[in-house]
């Protein structure tokens, strides 16, 4: 990826998508739904020294939190069912006192399909490591950037919704998905 040095690249929600995936588990799982919830508010930076990243931090604003599509279950995901889905996860990520998710990148490594990237997660004001394995594709006259990341939503004191006295629970791991684009110049 060859930059300029000292270039920096912004990207946000225009660039890519940002999205989370949950599971479903016990006794009543066939009942839930396997939700997409796109965050639609996000802006990364990443800033480069010669042809190589050096630093790279992005945040989410967690009220930008969108329930796309409920797959599985007994019914469809009804609209209203979105928003309720919506307004318990915002209430279990505690949006009004923690508004963005953040990720800063203390190391950047080469690797054979792009970048490892390792530094803090900051979710509901609790912070744990991460590695994020981040692809890139050369397009010609740009970038794409594209990384999946799985993320256990009790390290960071968020307890996974559950119905029906925890025989329908969302699955403590969730996928975290990134796709984005960027021009070379």
Request: avoid cysteine; hydrophobic fraction near 40%; charged fraction near 20%.
């Amino acid at each position: 990826m060859t930059q300029r040095s000292g270039a920096v690249w912004t990207l946000n929600a225009s660039d890519g998508d940002l999205s989370v995936h949950t599971g479903v588990t016990g006794r009543a799982a066939r009942m839930g739904h396997r939700l997409t919830i796109a965050m639609r508010q996000w802006h990364a930076t990443v800033t480069w020294a010669g042809d190589e990243p050096v630093a790279a931090e992005l945040a989410v604003d967690v009220a930008s939190l969108d329930v796309v599509r409920g797959e599985g279950g007994v019914t469809p995901l009804s609209g209203a069912e979105k928003s309720l889905v919506r307004s318990n996860a915002l209430r279990l990520l505690d949006a009004g006192r923690f508004p963005e998710i953040t990720f800063v990148a203390e190391d950047i490594a080469k690797s054979a399909d792009g970048y490892r990237l390792t530094g803090p997660l900051q979710i509901r004001g609790k912070t744990r490591m991460q590695v994020i394995d981040l692809g890139t594709t050369d397009l010609g006259n740009s970038w794409r950037m594209s990384a999946q990341a799985t993320v256990r939503q009790s390290d960071f004191g968020v307890k996974p919704y559950s119905l029906l006295m925890g025989s329908l629970k969302v699955a403590d791991e969730v996928t975290v998905s990134f796709t984005a684009q960027h021009a070379k110049h």
